[in-house]
T-cell receptor, first 111, second 113 residues
Framework: EDKVVQSPLSLVVHEGDTVTLNCSYEVTNFRSLLWYKQEKKAPTFLFMLTSSGIEKKSGRLSSILDKKELFSILNITATQTGDSAIYLCAVGGGSNYKLTFGKGTLLTVNP | GAVVSQHPSRVICKSGTSVKIECRSLDFQATTMFWYRQFPKQSLMLMATSNEGSKATYEQGVEKDKFLINHASLTLSTLTVTSAHPEDSSFYIC?????????FGPGTRLTVT
């Protein structure tokens, strides 16, 4: 059975701090790892990672995948209150790219 | 990016009735759509994979007679919750797959009274 484990489950920081969110996985026929941000509604796409060691960056967010050790990290620098959300990691596998989600990390950024 | 819509966004129904939720890919064709359920403070759980023109593939523990899925065209999949009970109250989210990514609909909040 495919498994995705995220840590920590929740995190409270102050504005300006840097955070690192972790995602480890066990999945058959790995195709991709995706990060999503979920606020009040459905998840919004952040990154898709398919190759080891190549950092993807978007503004203050960045992510990298290690396919040997089966994990990924999502970094957020200079956090803002608007970064408060649940961050979901999902791994796609199999012929139909079925996604298996982790439980998510609830990030709270206080002013 | 690609847009996926869901309708309705929120529905309240009585126990024993059926509710249909639509998922549409607005600007692309999706041979595969996925239906997820999310309970409060929990992650998304995949319910079923919907393939255009064929029967849906249900995840273990999901009753296919209760959650009817129809993928009638390359842009539309529907989920019907039959004989709804209060424990079916949840946030239902669909996603549609392109060659490289999955795009999520905004979700449907179902409350069964």
């Amino acid at each position: 059975e495919d498994k995705v484990v995220q840590s920590p489950l929740s995190l409270v920081v102050h504005e300006g701090d840097t955070v690192t969110l972790n995602c480890s996985y066990e999945v058959t026929n790995f195709r991709s790892l995706l990060w999503y941000k979920q606020e009040k509604k459905a998840p919004t796409f952040l990154f898709m990672l398919t190759s080891s060691g190549i950092e993807k960056k978007s503004g203050r967010l960045s992510s990298i995948l290690d396919k040997k050790e089966l994990f990924s990290i999502l970094n957020i620098t200079a956090t803002q209150t608007g970064d408060s959300a649940i961050y979901l990691c999902a791994v796609g596998g199999g012929s139909n790219y079925k996604l298996t989600f982790g439980k998510g990390t609830l990030l709270t950024v206080n002013p | 990016g690609a847009v996926v819509s869901q309708h309705p966004s929120r529905v309240i129904c009585k126990s024993g009735t059926s509710v249909k939720i639509e998922c549409r890919s607005l600007d692309f064709q999706a041979t595969t759509m996925f239906w997820y359920r999310q309970f409060p403070k929990q992650s998304l759980m995949l319910m079923a994979t919907s393939n255009e023109g064929s029967k849906a593939t249900y995840e273990q523990g999901v009753e296919k007679d209760k959650f009817l899925i129809n993928h009638a065209s390359l842009t539309l999949s529907t989920l019907t919750v039959t004989s709804a009970h209060p424990e079916d109250s949840s946030f239902y989210i669909c996603s549609a797959r392109t060659d490289t990514e999955q795009y999520f609909g905004p979700g449907t909040r179902l409350t069964v009274t």
